[in-house]
């Protein structure tokens, strides 16, 4: 069993910065492809962001490509998402995911472990 915790979500303004954190635990983190997700109020859970269990291979949604950007560090068991620019339309609780399937996956069904969430708040 995984457990995920993120934090770094905050209130902010338009284009300011902020860097998520999600770190696992109870699982081989580095044998993982990790996601991001967000949840707007009212709206389905969306792909943000994925990343392979190598690091080797990323992939984002179009609305935050050039702005935000996944890593990992696996000797911390740590996944990031750094989010700059950041936009009104970012408003949401940000969740980090973990699946054990291989490749760049961005349908929240397949993953199987889920963080608490963060809240993303950006004003304009």
């Known amino acids: 069993q995984v457990q995920l915790v993120e934090s770094g979500g905050g209130l902010v303004q338009a284009g300011a910065s902020l860097r998520l954190s999600c770190a696992a635990s109870?699982?081989?983190?580095?044998?993982?492809?990790m996601g991001w997700f967000r949840q707007a109020p009212g709206k389905e859970r969306d792909f943000v962001s994925v990343i392979t269990s190598s690091g080797d291979r990323t992939l984002y949604t179009d609305s935050v490509k050039g702005r935000f950007t996944i890593s990992r560090d696996n000797a911390k068991n740590t996944v990031y998402l750094q989010m700059n620019s950041l936009k009104p339309e970012d408003t949401a609780v940000y969740y980090c995911a973990a699946t054990s399937y291989g490749g760049t996956l961005i349908s929240p069904s397949i993953y199987h472990y889920w963080g608490q969430g963060t809240q993303v708040t950006v004003s304009s």
């Open positions: 109870g699982g081989t983190f580095s044998s993982y492809t």
